[in-house]
């Protein structure tokens, strides 16, 4: 019993090291721009770049409309295969998990092929319609696991006694989704937002293809052409991916002790 547990935190230990290490690596060294002693200077040149600030907020933007348009599509299409379709469930099951296994860089060759400005969708011909198509773009990226984090939470619920105790008060069924079904499934969806959010800032091959002012080509750049701000931009981003799992898994032991609302 001792000799496994001694194994244990050796095994604990070399693995947080294998994480740990280089990331205090990263912050001691973005720590170093000013020759001599420690500073802050590398952060405050990275936050007083417009360029930052702009591509920051654009990506921000990008992962709100992701995660709204993704719960819209997602949690609809998952209480209808719950409900009324269950044989379709491996078919739904297979197509979310195709992002995992087709690379990025085919699909973004796909939408730039089919929506290109001499097709009969010409999305990448203006702004607005590329912006659109990012949004599509990351939408189908985060599929599997916004999908796969709304299943997890529907299970937890009676959903067809939901649905008919709402239907003999006479509900409809947006109001049957909207006040029944996203409540109880709340847990779910910010699990899913949150996921959305650490891929959307981190995310380059979508944006880079489609030429977007977004947060992952601007790291990229950075990185290229700069020494010290390029850790600071590392610390940055790992703070927002730990952000984002502190608050997942916030909202999952949340989510757990929450009873279902009827």
Do not use: H
Request: charged share 15%; with cysteine; proline share 5%.
């Amino acid at each position: 019993m001792k000799t496994q547990r001694l194994g244990a935190w050796i095994a604990i230990i070399l693995g947080a090291s294998y994480f740990i290490i280089p990331l205090i690596g990263t912050i001691e060294f973005s720590l170093r721009m000013r020759r001599g002693e420690y500073s802050l200077d590398a952060y405050q040149s990275v936050f007083s770049d417009i360029q930052f600030r702009e591509t920051f907020g654009y990506s921000m933007l990008m992962a709100l409309l992701t995660i709204v348009f993704g719960m819209l599509l997602v949690v609809p299409t998952a209480y209808w295969v719950r409900l009324r379709l269950p044989q379709m469930r491996p078919v739904v099951e297979f197509i979310t998990l195709l992002p995992l296994v087709i690379p990025a860089i085919v699909i973004v060759f796909g939408y730039l092929r089919m929506y290109n400005s001499s097709s009969y969708l010409p999305l990448t011909g203006s702004t607005t319609g590329t912006n659109a198509l990012l949004v599509f773009s990351y939408i189908t990226l985060s599929l599997p696991y916004m999908y796969r984090a709304v299943d997890t939470a529907m299970r937890a619920i009676d959903v067809r006694t939901l649905t008919e105790a709402a239907e003999s008060l006479g509900a409809r069924w947006t109001t049957i989704m909207f006040r029944c079904i996203f409540p109880n499934v709340m847990s779910g969806v910010l699990s899913g937002a949150f996921i959305t959010l650490a891929i959307v800032m981190g995310e380059f091959t979508f944006a880079a293809l489609l030429n977007r002012p977004a947060f992952g080509p601007y790291l990229q750049l950075v990185g290229a052409n700069k020494a010290y701000e390029p850790s600071a931009l590392a610390v940055i981003a790992f703070s927002i991916t730990w952000l984002s799992m502190g608050l997942l898994n916030l909202v999952s032991r949340f989510g757990k002790a929450r009873p279902a609302k009827a």
